[in-house]
């Protein structure tokens, strides 16, 4: 009988929290989350606009820190890391693709997807290989020498995953990678996204469509900061 293969736990969040303060009021954006995440596992987490979602994306993305509660990656507490090795990690460990696509408009896509390979001890040759290697993984190989305003939405976004996936990380999230598309291009990101997913990447994803969500193995539903469901 062949036993299931057990999966490394990648993230564990224990009790997390995190506000925001003001003269005149504190707000809690999320409160004692508690999750882990295993390597090669695909989240999704859904909620109604101003839950928290993309705060817990961006703490899950060493962007922002939590007011409490505890945060390890690849078992290291992230609390314990310097500025300049979250900024290390983030760079070596971690792929975004973001709701508004964020290319440089005087890059060409070629450009964009190799800028953040620049911040890494890696050899300009083996950063073209790795660049050309992640556009003709999304169906851009012959659009590396277009410039973002050429391109589609949809193609904006595949870009977008390019970029996110040309320094192989371990985790890569997606904050509403389909909000700013229409269905047909959602769908195909959205199938993207699938494909890296079975070819082992570990996936976080904020969205507001069940539709996109129920593609994930997980579901967490946050409301007022708070996880209140997982299936």
């Known amino acids: 009988m062949t036993m299931p293969t057990t999966r490394e736990v990648l993230i564990q969040l ?5 506000r925001f303060a003001t003269e005149d009021v ?27 979602k993309s705060t817990l994306l961006s703490i899950l993305g060493l962007l922002d820190s939590p007011s409490t509660g505890a945060y390890r990656l690849h ?15 983030r760079t070596r460990k971690i792929g975004f693709v973001f709701q508004a696509f ?24 083996e950063r073209r290989e790795r660049v ?11 659009r590396g020498a277009h410039y973002p305003s050429q ?11 390019a ?15 389909t909000g700013n598309l229409d269905s047909v291009n959602g769908d195909a990101v959205m199938s993207l996204l699938a494909e890296l997913h ?17 593609r994930a193995e997980r579901v967490v539903r946050l409301v007022d900061g708070c996880v209140v469901h997982e299936r």
């Open 14 to 18: 224990d009790n997390v929290g995190k």
């Open 26 to 52: 504190e707000t809690h954006a999320l409160q004692n989350v508690s999750l882990t995440v295993d390597a090669g596992e695909w989240l999704a987490i859904e909620g109604p606009s101003g839950c928290g």
């Open 75 to 89: 078992g290291q507490p992230v609390a314990q890391l310097s500025a300049d090795d979250r900024a290390d990690a």
């Open 102 to 125: 964020n290319l440089i408009a005087d890059l060409t896509v070629f450009e964009n997807v190799e800028l953040p390979l620049t911040y890494r001890s890696i050899g300009s040759a």
């Open 132 to 142: 050309r290697d992640a556009l003709d993984r999304v169906g851009l190989g012959h």
């Open 151 to 161: 391109l589609s939405g949809g193609q904006q976004q595949r870009a977008a995953v």
């Open 163 to 177: 970029r996110a996936v040309a320094g192989n990380p371990v985790l890569l999230l997606a904050d509403e990678p």
């Open 198 to 214: 079975r070819d082992g990447a570990t996936l976080c994803m904020v969205t507001h469509d069940p539709k996109h969500a129920m």
